[in-house]
């Protein structure tokens, strides 16, 4: 929503050399101290590697969009609280439901025990 924060800058490849040809290997380098020890490696980026480009809206669109997710999140919980409890009552309607289906089953079954024996013209 608020677009790029940095512009990406293809980096150098540094050159593929193997650990035992650089550590073993005669041809030596010399590194600068300022280089190994000074700022470059005290934890500060280095500039060529990104660019910072300040968004549009600056904190009050960063605060309009957090609200904007945070009443995304509400309906979200209000929904799932409503499915919840539209489950709930589905489970006891199926509950109620299966033991009136067991009740006609048992009804059934005694009405089948005592009209076996009798034939059509005894009703």
Not at 5 to 30: C, D, H, M, Y
Not at 74 to 86: F, V
């Amino acid at each position: 929503m608020l677009g790029e924060l940095f512009t990406p800058i293809e980096t150098p490849e540094a050159q593929n050399r193997g650990f035992l040809k650089g550590f073993f290997g005669g041809n030596t380098q010399n590194f600068d101290r300022e280089e190994l020890f000074g700022e470059a490696a005290a934890g500060k980026a280095s500039r060529s590697l990104a660019q910072h480009i300040p968004g549009q809206g600056g904190l009050e669109g960063m605060k309009a969009a957090a609200g904007g997710v945070v009443g995304e999140l509400a309906r979200a919980r209000i929904a799932l609280d409503e499915r919840g409890q539209r489950l709930g009552e589905l489970e006891e309607r199926t509950a109620l439901m299966m033991s009136s289906a067991d009740t006609f089953s048992k009804h059934a079954h005694e009405l089948m025990l005592k009209c076996k024996d009798k034939k059509w013209y005894q009703f």
